[in-house]
Nanobody
Framework: QVQLVESGGGLVQAGGSLRLSCAAS????????IGWYRQAPGEQQRELVA???????TNYADSVKGRFTISRVNAKTVYLQMNSLKPEDTGVYYC??????WGQGTQVTVSS
């Protein structure tokens, strides 16, 4: 059983910062390939925002490059540091592990 728990969301003004945390537990050997996804209001699809890929490299959506940073805290915890937030960053943020394991999401709302 794999569980992912996100936290750190909230309401922030444009230009502000938030740090999201994703804690994994259960039968996992590695968090390689873990990613943060965003589901914008009214959208059904979840957009990949940032991921840690093979070799520890990171990938980012063009819309967040230079503003968001994904980092591994330890073997089972990942952060998403979000700076210079914009209203269009609003949405529910989920972390996902390969094997299609998802957390419950955390709401981020950026006011203009």
């Amino acid at each position: 059983q794999v569980q992912l728990v996100e936290s750190g969301g909230g309401l922030v003004q444009a230009g502000g910062s938030l740090r999201l945390s994703c804690a994994a537990s259960g039968s996992i050997f590695s968090i390689n390939g873990i990613g943060w996804y965003r589901q914008a209001p009214g959208e059904q699809q979840r957009e990949l925002v940032a991921a840690i890929v093979s070799g520890g490299r990171t990938n980012y959506a063009d819309s967040v490059k230079g503003r968001f940073t994904i980092s591994r805290v330890n073997a089972k915890t990942v952060y998403l540091q979000m700076n210079s937030l914009k209203p269009e960053d609003t949405g529910v943020y989920y972390c996902r592990l390969p094997g299609d394991f998802w957390g419950q999401g955390t709401q981020v709302t950026v006011s203009s």
